[in-house]
């Protein structure tokens, strides 16, 4: 004990004098006068992946946390220690490659994050093929000046270097032994920050840097840098898994479904058992449009009407990841979640999927899809006949021309229009038959304004007319979706003139909400009027827009409807909370058909009890939506949760994420097909 005691005294007397030779003999002035170059590629580095912090996670934790600064900062120098093993005259060529990939890193992850309020994966380059056809919005609604800011990094590398070249700074000869000195000590510089760094971790830190799907709390605790090398390895990491890591994920599946059994039946089981489907994928389409009128005239009339006529299920999620329209159609039909790493759609189409045109095909049912974009867009070529539909009508089926033509390709209205033919086709071959017919005209980024018709998003007071959303985002999304219901509504009125109404059920989903700013929803609920802006914070008359009132804003419409349900018992709205994992398994209850192995739930089973968990992590009940970034949550209904709620609530999130990356990962369902419930 006496040992300990003097070797702790002796290790603060070493550093209370190592602090006094640098006050007192400016130690620290004179290495930056010495290293200027290698300061310079430091201090440009934290700056940026600071900066990129601050960029995209607005919160004071964020602001105030020293831990990721240090976890960059550890990444920095031990990659620019390197540079000590080269003559000075080649340093500034090393620190520049290191400094632009860097650079790189931040620039990428902030337009990322922009788009998809998520970092950058390198499991996502097998998606740049598709960078191609959506260039405009990538233009329009990803790249901003915040991106270019941190182009200054390399700009003052190169300054610093072209001044250093001007004073003979790299004529200076330097053995190779003082080189190997120089960067052994700033090796262990790193090393002295990396120990500091690993002595603040938690062990949820370290499980959720293992996990990787929470990607804003690894940046906000971990720093890009470190993100970034975890993610490498995250990313290779299922090739190396499903080589080695069969049997314990397979283990995991059966402990996980071993008690699952077919739910009892409840008033809705078989309604629509024989009935032919419908269902529009309606993109970008959000609940918080249904209802919503400027200047007396309705955004979403027809929207509005399917709700008021039928099934409207008004507390639903959307629960994509990167993946976006690809995400929602593979849990929409097979009730599992995106994959932690890359997209089922683009990296997975080779597994085997329950897929709902599967089990309808097991029941006679002919499966069709329609999507007027290139067949082989997010892969959907491959992965549309995995899931199990007979047939896919792509772009190569329509008639697509420079004018009809709308932002991605075929507008919608023409889309529906062509679309009938073949629909009436498909009827009279077969008895019994399912559609899905996937929008498209309503897709970011909301720009082609002049062909989306008039829609006045003006404000009118008196005899005065203010400019309200117009020229915004939100404005144009505003006009873009008007005129995709437009198109909607058109759609319903020829399918009943061509009686393809009749013994059918109609289903619609909104597949993710529009990505818009939140300071755009700000300005509609707090615009000044008079100085045509956003009320300022202070204003008593401003009503607070909070990030969980944005988050529950992104709402989705799900809706089942028939031409003859108003008035009946089934046309009510539901406000149980509820996700796009839910959809198969309440379908397949009311159409006869089964899946053992679904993540979500029958909601006329689970009812008020149901959990919507969403990729990064969070998850929302009817009492809470909780935030696993920032460790809290906002009530629902004027309650608090304890503390073992939350804790149960996590664990059972943690546990259906994992289970069906792993169902994807390594093929689980290819063993399962003996006991597949028809």
Same mark, same amino acid.
């Given at each position: 004990?006496?040992?300990?005691?003097?070797?702790?005294?002796?290790?603060?007397?070493?550093?209370?004098?190592?602090?006094?030779?640098?006050?007192?003999?400016?130690?620290?002035?004179?290495?930056?006068?010495?290293?200027?170059?290698?300061?310079?590629?430091?201090?440009?580095?934290?700056?940026?992946?600071?900066?990129?912090?601050?960029?995209?996670?607005?919160?004071?934790?964020?602001?105030?946390?020293?831990?990721?600064?240090?976890?960059?900062?550890?990444?920095?120098?031990?990659?620019?220690?390197?540079?000590?093993?080269?003559?000075?005259?080649?340093?500034?060529?090393?620190?520049?490659?290191?400094?632009?990939?860097?650079?790189?890193?931040?620039?990428?992850?902030?337009?990322?994050?922009?788009?998809?309020?998520?970092?950058?994966?390198?499991?996502?380059?097998?998606?740049?093929?598709?960078?191609?056809?959506?260039?405009?919005?990538?233009?329009?609604?990803?790249?901003?000046?915040?991106?270019?800011?941190?182009?200054? %990094?390399?700009?003052?590398?190169?300054?610093?270097?072209?001044?250093?070249?001007?004073?003979?700074?790299?004529?200076?000869?330097?053995?190779?032994?003082?080189?190997?000195?120089?960067?052994?000590?700033?090796?262990a510089a790193s090393g002295v920050l990396a120990l500091m760094f690993l002595v603040t971790l938690t062990s949820l830190d370290v499980t959720r840097l293992i996990k990787q799907w929470n990607r804003e709390y690894i940046v906000m605790k971990f720093g890009i840098?470190?993100?970034?090398?975890?993610?490498?390895?995250?990313?290779?990491?299922?090739?190396?898994?499903?080589?080695?890591?069969?049997?314990?994920?397979?283990?995991?599946?059966?402990?996980?479904?071993?008690?699952?059994?077919?739910?009892?039946?409840?008033?809705?089981?078989?309604?629509?058992?024989?009935?032919?489907?419908?269902?529009?994928?309606?993109?970008?389409?959000?609940?918080?449009?249904?209802?919503?009128?400027?200047?007396?005239?309705?955004?979403?009339?027809?929207?509005?009407?399917?709700?008021?006529?039928?099934?409207?299920?008004?507390?639903?999620?959307?629960?994509?990841?990167?993946?976006?329209?690809?995400?929602?159609?593979?849990?929409?039909?097979?009730?599992?979640?995106?994959?932690?790493?890359?997209?089922?759609?683009?990296?997975?189409?080779?597994?085997?999927?329950?897929?709902?045109?599967?089990?309808?095909?097991?029941?006679?049912?002919?499966?069709?899809?329609?999507?007027?974009?290139?067949?082989?867009?997010?892969?959907?070529?491959?992965?549309?006949?995995?899931?199990?539909?007979?047939?896919?009508?792509?772009?190569?089926?329509?008639?697509?021309?420079?004018?009809?033509?709308?932002?991605?390709?075929?507008?919608?209205?023409?889309?529906?229009?062509?679309?009938?033919?073949?629909?009436?086709?498909?009827?009279?071959?077969?008895?019994?038959?399912?559609?899905?017919?996937?929008?498209?005209?309503?897709?970011?980024?909301?720009?082609?304004?002049?062909?989306?018709?008039?829609?006045?998003?003006?404000?009118?007071?008196?005899?005065?007319?203010?400019?309200?959303?117009? %020229?915004?985002?939100?404005?144009?999304?505003?006009?873009?979706?008007?005129?995709?219901?437009?198109?909607?509504?058109?759609?319903?009125?020829?399918?009943?003139?061509?009686?393809?109404?009749?013994?059918?059920?109609?289903?619609?989903?909104?597949?993710?909400?529009?990505?818009?700013?939140?300071?755009?929803?700000?300005?509609?609920?707090?615009?000044?009027?008079?100085?045509?802006?956003?009320?300022?914070?202070?204003?008593?008359?401003?009503?607070?827009?909070?990030?969980?009132?944005?988050?529950?804003?992104?709402?989705?419409?799900?809706?089942?409807?028939?031409?003859?349900?108003? %008035?009946?018992?089934?046309?009510?709205?539901?406000?149980?909370?509820?996700?796009?994992?839910?959809?198969?398994?309440?379908?397949?209850?009311?159409?006869?058909?089964?899946?053992?192995?679904?993540? %979500?739930?029958?909601?006329?089973?689970?009812?008020?009890?149901?959990?919507?968990?969403?990729?990064?992590?969070?998850?929302?009940?009817?009492?809470?939506?909780?935030?696993?970034?920032?460790?809290?949550?906002?009530?629902?209904?004027?309650?608090?949760?304890?503390?073992?709620?939350?804790?149960?609530?996590?664990?059972?999130?943690?546990?259906?994420?994992?289970?069906?990356?792993?169902?994807?990962?390594?093929?689980?369902?290819?063993?399962?097909?003996?006991?597949?419930?028809?």
């Amino acid at each position: 004990m006496k040992r300990i005691k003097s070797g702790i005294s002796k290790l603060f007397k070493n550093i209370k004098h190592l602090c006094y030779r640098i006050v007192k003999e400016h130690l620290i002035r004179e290495y930056i006068k010495k290293n200027k170059l290698f300061c310079t590629y430091v201090l440009t580095c934290i700056i940026n992946s600071t900066l990129l912090r601050f960029f995209c996670m607005h919160t004071l934790e964020n602001y105030l946390s020293i831990k990721p600064i240090i976890a960059d900062l550890t990444v920095i120098v031990l990659v620019g220690s390197v540079c000590y093993l080269f003559k000075p005259k080649n340093r500034f060529a090393y620190l520049l490659f290191v400094e632009i990939l860097f650079t790189a890193i931040c620039m990428i992850n902030s337009m990322y994050y922009t788009f998809y309020t998520s970092f950058a994966s390198v499991s996502m380059l097998s998606l740049t093929q598709y960078i191609g056809e959506v260039g405009d919005a990538v233009v329009e609604n990803v790249i901003q000046i915040k991106d270019l800011i941190y182009l200054l %990094g390399p700009i003052a590398l190169i300054i610093v270097h072209i001044r250093l070249k001007k004073i003979n700074y790299y004529k200076k000869i330097e053995s190779k032994a003082k080189r190997k000195k120089r960067t052994l000590r700033t090796l262990a510089a790193s090393g002295v920050l990396a120990l500091m760094f690993l002595v603040t971790l938690t062990s949820l830190d370290v499980t959720r840097l293992i996990k990787q799907w929470n990607r804003e709390y690894i940046v906000m605790k971990f720093g890009i840098y470190v993100y970034q090398a975890n993610d490498v390895v995250t990313s290779i990491q299922p090739k190396i898994n499903s080589l080695f890591g069969y049997d314990q994920a397979k283990k995991k599946f059966n402990d996980y479904f071993k008690d699952v059994k077919k739910p009892a039946a409840n008033e809705y089981t078989n309604i629509f058992e024989g009935k032919n489907v419908i269902v529009i994928h309606g993109e970008s389409m959000q609940t918080n449009t249904i209802g919503l009128k400027f200047n007396g005239q309705e955004l979403m009339p027809n929207l509005t009407k399917m709700a008021h006529e039928g099934m409207y299920f008004s507390n639903f999620h959307s629960q994509v990841s990167v993946g976006t329209s690809s995400d929602t159609e593979l849990t929409y039909n097979t009730s599992l979640m995106p994959t932690q790493s890359g997209t089922a759609f683009v990296s997975y189409s080779d597994r085997e999927y329950i897929g709902i045109p599967k089990l309808l095909n097991q029941k006679g049912y002919y499966c069709y899809s329609m999507h007027a974009n290139n067949a082989d867009f997010w892969n959907r070529r491959a992965m549309h006949k995995s899931l199990g539909y007979n047939k896919f009508f792509a772009k190569a089926d329509y008639n697509v021309t420079k004018e009809n033509t709308i932002g991605l390709g075929l507008n919608d209205k023409e889309f529906f229009k062509q679309s009938i033919p073949k629909m009436q086709k498909v009827a009279k071959k077969h008895d019994k038959w399912y559609s899905i017919s996937i929008m498209l005209t309503n897709h970011t980024p909301f720009s082609e304004v002049d062909k989306y018709g008039e829609f006045d998003l003006t404000l009118k007071d008196g005899d005065k007319t203010y400019p309200y959303m117009e %020229g915004t985002k939100l404005g144009n999304y505003f006009k873009s979706a008007h005129y995709a219901d437009g198109a909607l509504g058109e759609f319903l009125d020829e399918l009943d003139k061509a009686g393809l109404l009749e013994n059918t059920v109609v289903v619609l989903y909104g597949d993710h909400d529009g990505r818009l700013p939140r300071k755009d929803y700000n300005r509609m609920h707090n615009y000044d009027k008079v100085n045509d802006k956003t009320l300022d914070p202070e204003d008593p008359n401003y009503k607070e827009y909070d990030s969980y009132q944005y988050e529950l804003g992104r709402k989705v419409p799900f809706i089942i409807w028939t031409k003859d349900m108003k %008035g009946t018992k089934l046309n009510k709205e539901h406000k149980n909370v509820m996700g796009m994992y839910d959809v198969m398994p309440t379908l397949g209850n009311m159409f006869g058909f089964y899946n053992k192995y679904t993540l %979500g739930h029958d909601i006329f089973t689970i009812k008020n009890n149901n959990i919507v968990v969403f990729p990064n992590g969070n998850w929302v009940t009817n009492k809470v939506y909780y935030d696993s970034q920032k460790g809290e949550y906002l009530s629902l209904n004027g309650e608090a949760i304890s503390e073992k709620e939350i804790e149960k609530n996590n664990d059972y999130a943690t546990k259906l994420l994992d289970v069906s990356n792993d169902i994807i990962v390594f093929n689980l369902l290819k063993d399962t097909k003996e006991e597949k419930v028809k």
